[in-house]
C-alpha cells in the first residue's frame, strides 16, 4: 500500500537533547513537507521540500533542521535550539508543489521532559 | 501574505443536522488553491477536497458539499444530515500556485473547527 510512514508514533526526550523524527513515503512523490501543530492551533509550516537535495525553511524553522538525500525519505532534527519542542509533527507529502494536494501521515507526538 | 479564518472554533450538533463550517481566505495572488482537510481523534489529517482559483463550481460528494465564492473569498464546508463519525476537526487551508513566489507550494491552514455531533 502506498502511503507515509512516521516514526515513532509517540517520542519523549530530556529536555538539551537533539532527536530525528523519520517521515518516509514510497508514493513517488517530489515534494515534502514538515508541520508542527500545538493544541487548539493550526498547523505551522516548519520545512519543505520540492525536490531532493533542496528544502526551504517554513514559517517556523528555528531551531529544526532537515535533509533530504533521497526522494522517499525527509527527516526533521529538533534541536535543542528549539525553545518549546513539545507538540504534534505531522509530514506529509505531494506530488509537485504548488497546489497538489498533501497527503499526511500518522503523526509523531514529541514530549520533552 | 495568505491567510485563512475559520470563525467558528467549536461547533456541537445532534445527529442528522445539517452544519457549515466557515472559511474566509485572504492572498493577493490570482492562482491558488482552496483545500478541507479532516483530522479525527487519531491525529492523522485526510484530505477531502480540492478546488482550485478559476473554479467556481459547487461540489457535492455524498453528505459533502462545499460552496466557493470568490466575491466574499470564503469555502465553506456542509455536511447534510450529520454523523456520530463526522466528529473531527476540521481544517480549512490555501496554497499559493504561482511559481517563484516565496509562499510557492506552502499551505496556509486556518486555525480549525472542532465538531461534535452528539447521537
Known amino acids: 500500500d502506498g502511503g507515509i510512514t512516521q516514526s515513532p508514533k509517540y517520542l519523549f526526550r530530556k529536555e538539551g537533547q537533539n532527536v530525528t523524527l523519520s517521515c518516509e513515503q514510497n508514493l513517488n512523490h517530489d515534494a515534502m513537507y514538515w508541520y508542527r501543530q500545538d493544541p487548539g492551533q493550526g498547523l505551522r509550516l516548519i520545512y519543505y521540500s520540492q525536490i531532493v537535495n533542496d528544502f526551504q525553511k517554513g514559517d517556523i524553522a528555528e531551531g529544526y533542521s532537515v535533509s533530504r538525500e533521497k526522494k522517499e525519505s525527509f527527516p526533521l532534527t529538533v534541536t535543542s535550539a528549539q525553545k518549546n519542542p513539545t507538540a504534534f509533527y505531522l509530514c506529509a507529502s505531494s506530488r509537485q508543489a504548488g497546489g497538489d494536494e498533501q497527503f499526511f501521515g500518522p503523526g509523531t507526538r514529541l514530549t520533552v521532559l | 501574505a495568505q491567510k485563512v479564518t475559520q470563525a467558528q472554533t467549536e461547533i456541537s450538533v445532534v445527529e442528522k443536522e445539517d452544519v457549515t463550517l466557515d472559511c474566509v481566505y485572504e492572498?493577493?495572488?490570482?492562482?491558488?488553491?482552496l483545500f478541507w482537510y479532516k483530522q479525527p481523534p487519531s491525529g492523522e489529517l485526510v484530505f477531502l477536497i480540492r478546488?482550485?482559483?478559476?473554479?467556481?463550481q459547487n461540489e457535492i460528494s455524498g453528505r459533502y458539499s462545499w460552496n466557493f465564492q470568490k466575491s466574499t473569498s470564503s469555502f465553506n464546508f456542509t455536511i447534510t444530515a450529520s454523523q456520530v463519525v463526522d466528529s473531527a476537526v476540521y481544517f480549512c487551508?490555501?496554497?499559493?500556485?504561482?511559481?517563484?513566489?516565496?509562499?510557492?507550494?506552502?499551505?496556509?491552514f486556518g486555525q480549525g473547527t472542532i465538531l461534535t455531533v452528539h447521537p
Open positions: 492572498t493577493r495572488d490570482t492562482t491558488y488553491y
Open positions: 478546488r482550485n482559483s478559476f473554479d467556481e
Open positions: 487551508a490555501l496554497c499559493i500556485g504561482n511559481a517563484g513566489g516565496t509562499s510557492y507550494g506552502k499551505l496556509t
